[in-house]
Every structure is written in C-alpha cells, then in structure tokens.
C-alpha cells in the first residue's frame, strides 16, 4: 500500500490494479508515459526500501509495450468497466473468443507455453524434511524456489535446522533472504556432488 501510495503520488500514473501473487508477495501495475512510470517505480521501489530494504523482490518498467499486451495493462474505470474503446469479456465472448484463450494466445506469443509447475502448492511451514523429498523429487531449483517463497522469518526457522550450514546462531537471525537462500543452495549443492 506504500508503494502504490508513493508511485500514484510522485508521477502522472494511472493504478491498474494491485496483485496477490503468493508467498506474501504482491504486484502493483501502473501505467502513463515512460517518463512518468520510470519515476513512480523509483518513489515505489524508496517506499518499499524504507520499510525494510529485503521486501523488494523486483521491479520492471516496460517501454512502449507491444500492442497486444494493452489489455493487460488498461486501467479499470469506476465498477471494474474498462476505459471506452477496450474490448471486454462480454464482446470477446460475442466474438466467439474465450477470454481465457485470448490472454493464452497473448502470453503465449511474448513468452512462450507456460507449464504448470508440477511440485504441490507451497506450504504455510517449510521443514527440513519436506525440503529435502521436494529437492529429491523436483531437483535444487524446484526446491529453492519454494524456499524463496517463504517469509524470511520461515526461512530462517528452517535454516536453524542445518547444523551443516557456514552460518548459525546469531548470524541467521541476523542473515537475510538471499544469504539463507544461497547457504541452504550450498548446502544442497554439495549433499548431492
């Protein structure tokens, strides 16, 4: 909520929507000219570091997207219509076009088929052993990614389980996301060399 505050703000941008991704992230989409969108992501990007400097995953502006994307990013007027001149479900439909297939063929043109991860949702709690069949079943990557999913509170929980780490005590509960990530990966690395 910060950085939507901050980005709306500092620039003459338009909120398209915010997202709950999972894993206690969230996306926040905003549109206007390069300019304006560059400067809202920076006073965003300053908000979110205030409050800790971890909680910023990633950030993106994209310039002048490609024309089939425009309806992913078309803000939403008053009771979720969109703006005057962008086709909506019911016309799609009318159409004979699924919306679903429309975004499909749209996501599909500009990154490829997606495929469904085959690894279960990721839990509330990670422990040490569902971590370890996880990485046995799926592989390191598969596994760290779940792990990145977690709070670093979580994370730091499940680090304590390792007593093969370089780092203990003190120093995980001090450690951030990315050094627990990258001792649990060293750790995996070197259990499976």
């Known amino acids: 909520m910060e950085a939507a505050d901050a980005m709306v703000k500092a620039a003459d941008v338009t909120l398209v929507e915010k997202t709950r991704v999972g894993g206690g992230l969230v996306t926040i989409t905003v549109t206007g000219d390069v300019a304006a969108v560059q ?3 920076a006073a965003g990007v300053a908000a979110v570091e205030r409050i800790a400097a971890s909680s910023l995953a990633a950030k993106l502006v994209i310039p002048r ?15 979720g219509k969109t703006d005057p001149g962008v086709r909506d479900e ?5 159409e004979g076009a699924a919306v679903g297939e429309t975004v499909e063929e749209v996501v599909g043109d500009v990154v490829g088929e997606v495929e469904e991860s085959p690894h279960p949702a990721l ?5 040490r052993q569902t971590l370890d069949s996880i990485i046995e079943k799926y592989g390191i990557a598969e596994g ?8 670093v509170t979580a994370l730091r929980t499940l680090a304590r389980e390792y007593g ?3 780092i203990s005590g003190r120093e995980v509960s001090k450690a951030n996301k990315q050094l627990l ?9 070197a259990r499976n060399d």
Do not use: C, N, R
């Open 123 to 127: 839990p509330e709690k990670l422990d």
């Open 164 to 166: 093969e780490l370089k």
């Open 181 to 189: 990530l990258e001792e649990l990966k060293s750790y995996y690395e």
């Open 65 to 79: 997207p490609h024309e089939e994307l425009e309806i992913l990013f078309t803000p939403k007027g008053p009771g």
């Open 39 to 41: 400067a809202a992501v």
């Open 90 to 94: 019911e016309e799609l439909e009318a």
């Open 144 to 151: 760290m990614a779940m792990a990145d999913g977690l709070k």
